[in-house]
Structures are given as C-alpha cells and as structure tokens.
C-alpha cells in the first residue's frame, strides 16, 4: 500500500512537471514572437528610411516580406496571449500602438529621395516618436512580465524534479527495505537446515 501511494504521488509529481514544462515551453514561443515583433517594427522603420535616402527599389521589395513576416508574427502572438488572460490588456494597447506604428510607416513607404525631408519629419515628428517610445515599451514590458512568469516556471520545475528524484530514491528504498524484510521473514518463519 505504501509502494502504490508514493508511486501515485510521484505521478502525481510529474503530471504537475509536465504542465510547468508545457508552460515554459509557451513563455519561450511568446518571448520569440515578441523579438519577431520587435525586429519586423525596427526593420520597417529602417527601410522607410534606406528607401527615402537612395531611392533603391529592393527596399520595397524588403517592406513587403517584411510587413508579411510582421503580420504573422502579430497573429501568432495574439494566438499565444490568449492563453494568458491576465495579460491581455497589456498585450491589446501594445498592440493598438503597433497599429498605428504600421499606418504611420506604411504611409511614408515609397517616398523616395526627392521627397526624403517628408520622411525626415515624420520620423521626428514628436507624435510619431511617442508612439514608437509606447510600442517599445509597451514590448519590453510583455517581455519582463514573460520573463518573470518563465523565471517562476523554472524554479516551480526544479522543485518538482527534486521532488520526484526523493520520491523515486524513497521508493527505491522502500522497495528494497520491504523485500529485505520479506525475505528475512521467510528465513526465520523457515529456517533451512543445513
């Protein structure tokens, strides 16, 4: 009866290792579309500017891929904080400052060297600044607060593998305290002669 406990509190133990497991393994994806995000944003503002400055065609052909790639990087990090109800506030004013990130820059997309002081002002523009400022910020703050859920995940999943390695050591050992008591039983209820 004592084996059959520990052995159900030990799976127990790991079914509880497995969820912590599984949301690790969610806080790393959300982390990586957080960095997409982030990167597609830095990348749009850039070629906004490589374009105004010399006219090459190639950075629109970047803009392109590059507001793809961000679309799917938006939508698969809704499809993650939706798991999480607790951030879906932050997570929808970051996303509406993203919003109007991408109708600020998509609307100076195409503006080329002869109208390059046009993007000049709208990038210093102290409105267009803020926003980048929310967004920014708004996706540093997601990141510590996924950080620090996947910092407690990780503590939570080295405390449940000690736990299970002490109870798989205490079911070893009581295995092998039981079986040796069996067995001295069974000398002393039958002795051999010799």
């Not at 690790?24 to 806080?27: D, E, V």
């Not at 850039?46 to 006219?55: D, K």
């Given at each position: 009866m004592l084996l059959v406990s520990a052995t159900l509190l030990l799976g127990a133990n790991i079914s509880a290792l497995r969820a912590n497991l599984a949301q690790?393994?969610?806080?790393q994806q959300v982390l990586n579309k957080i960095s997409e995000l982030e990167t597609g944003l830095l990348g749009e503002e850039?070629?906004?500017?490589?374009?105004?400055?010399?006219?090459d065609s190639s950075f629109l052909r970047m803009q392109t891929t590059g507001a793809h790639n961000r679309e799917i990087?938006?939508?698969?990090?809704?499809?993650?904080m939706a798991a999480n109800p607790q951030r879906l506030d932050m997570f929808r004013q970051v996303m509406r400052d993203v919003v109007k990130h991408v109708e600020i820059f998509s609307g100076l997309n195409g503006i080329g060297p002869d109208k390059a002081a046009v993007v000049a002002r709208?990038?210093?523009d102290p409105g267009v600044r803020n926003n980048m400022?929310?967004?920014?910020?708004?996706?540093r703050q997601l990141r510590a607060a996924e950080l620090n859920d996947l910092g407690a995940r990780q503590r939570d999943v080295t405390e449940q593998l000690g736990k299970a390695f002490s109870l798989a050591i205490g079911i070893i050992v009581t295995a092998f305290v039981l079986g040796g008591i069996?067995?001295?039983?069974?000398?002393?209820?039958?002795p051999?002669?010799?």
């Open positions: 690790i393994a969610h806080a850039m070629i906004v500017r490589g374009y105004a400055l010399t006219g990087a938006c939508n698969d990090l809704a499809r993650l709208a990038i210093v400022r929310r967004v920014r910020s708004g996706l069996g067995i001295w039983a069974a000398e002393f209820a039958h051999q002669k010799h």
